[in-house]
Structure formats: C-alpha cells, structure tokens
C-alpha cells in the first residue's frame, strides 16, 4: 500500500509514520520522500531505511555530477565564482567612498552593526552585508565618475559589479538608503534609483519627498508598502 507524506515532516517522521501503517495493516507501504523511493515493512529499522534513502541521494548525485549536464554546470559555476572572487578582490582593494561625513558614516556602521541586548547576532551581520555592499558600489561608481561618467551612466552596470555575495532586493534598497544619506552622490544615486524603480509615479513622488523607494516593498498597483 501506499503512503502519502504530509507535507513538511523530516524523513525520519515519514518512516516512522510509515512502518506503523505497515504493523497496523500487516502490509508492505511505499512512499515517496524528495523524489526517492522509500518501502518499508513492520520489520523495518528506522536508521537503516534513513541509510538506504541518503545513499540513494548520493548515488544520484553522483550521477548527476559525472553526466555532461553535471559537467557543464561544474565549468559555468567554476567560471563565475572566478568572476566572483575577481570582483570581491578588486572591490576591496578600492579605496573607500567619498562620505559627506565621515565620523557621522562610521558612526552609523557602528550603530547597524552592534547588536542590541538581547538581540541575536543575525541583524548585525545582516547589516554588515548591506554595508560591505553600498561601500563597494559606490567605490565602483566613483572609480566611474572619475573617467567622466555621471551617476545615471554608471549606476546600473555597476551596481552588479560591486555585488560579489549575491544581494537581496531588499538589501539593494538599504544600500542605497544608506549612501543617499552619506554619499557625496547620494542624492544623485536617490533619484535615479527612485525614477529607475518605480512602477508608476511614486519615484518621482519619494524624489519629492526625500525618500527611498525599496524594491522588495513594491507591488504593482499599490505602490510603496
């Protein structure tokens, strides 16, 4: 007989759910678990199904890494994670960013990065990954600027540059929140980010206001959240 497993129970769970179907009914029960097979009995052991189950994920994957699909997708990850280490490199070894501030600047990285209290650790390095993000993009761009470009010319291209850790579209948001507060071109990065973002007028509404517009908080036909 067949099992079906709820869904978000752990291996384990299902096994054990499964061989009591099996004592209940004296009968044979299959069910699959991510895609693999699983059949147990009354008899069952429960470690050693789990056994059965991984070294069937293992198989596979091996599998899967030695066919020309598993090759093709080692060499393209190979090629980008040089790319990736190439830009990481490069980015900071840049100088640092012009600041309007800079005690005000590095007063708000210690204010983001130290955790309150009782709070967990996650948010500071949450933080620091925005941080790390915005001081490299705007490196990027002033690198940029400095051979002619303006911020409208740069800031797109360079903005995946500087991202080496793989953002978050709210991430992205932050940093450009943070550098239209520090930046000596944060308010020129703040409106073009703002006109560039927005789904009907609500950039050139945030570019009247002084805000920033976050792109994880939009929705179509509602605007800002």
Not at 53 to 82: C, I, L, P, T
Not at 114 to 143: C, H, K, L, N, Q
Not at 163 to 181: E, H, K, N, R, S
Request: aromatic content about 8%.
């Amino acid at each position: 007989m067949t099992y079906a497993v709820p869904a978000g129970y752990h291996i384990r769970a299902a096994i054990e759910n499964a061989i009591n179907i099996a004592l209940e009914h004296d009968a044979e029960v299959t069910f699959k678990f991510n895609d693999r097979v699983v059949i147990v009995t009354a008899a069952s052991d429960v470690d050693k199904v789990i056994e059965g189950w991984e070294a069937e994920g293992r198989r596979r994957r091996d599998a899967w890494k030695n066919s020309e699909d598993g090759k093709e997708h080692a060499r393209q990850h190979a090629v980008w994670e040089a790319a990736r280490r190439a830009r990481e490199v490069r980015n900071k070894a840049m100088p640092k960013p012009t600041w309007k501030d800079a005690a005000a600047y590095e007063a708000e990285v210690v204010r983001q990065t130290t955790p309150a209290p009782g709070d967990s650790a996650f948010g500071a390095a949450y933080a620091r990954g925005i941080i790390a993000y915005a001081e490299a993009w705007a490196s990027v761009m002033e690198e940029r600027m400095a051979a002619g470009a303006t911020v409208a010319d740069c800031a797109d291209k360079a903005s995946h540059d500087a991202d080496y850790d793989g953002i978050t579209g709210f991430m992205y948001g932050c940093a450009v929140g943070l550098l239209a507060q520090h930046w000596i071109h944060g308010e020129e990065l703040r409106r073009w980010h703002n006109l560039k973002t927005q789904i009907g007028n609500e950039g050139e509404k945030a570019n009247e206001s002084g805000g920033v517009l976050n792109p994880a908080l939009l929705t179509i036909g509602g605007g800002a959240s």
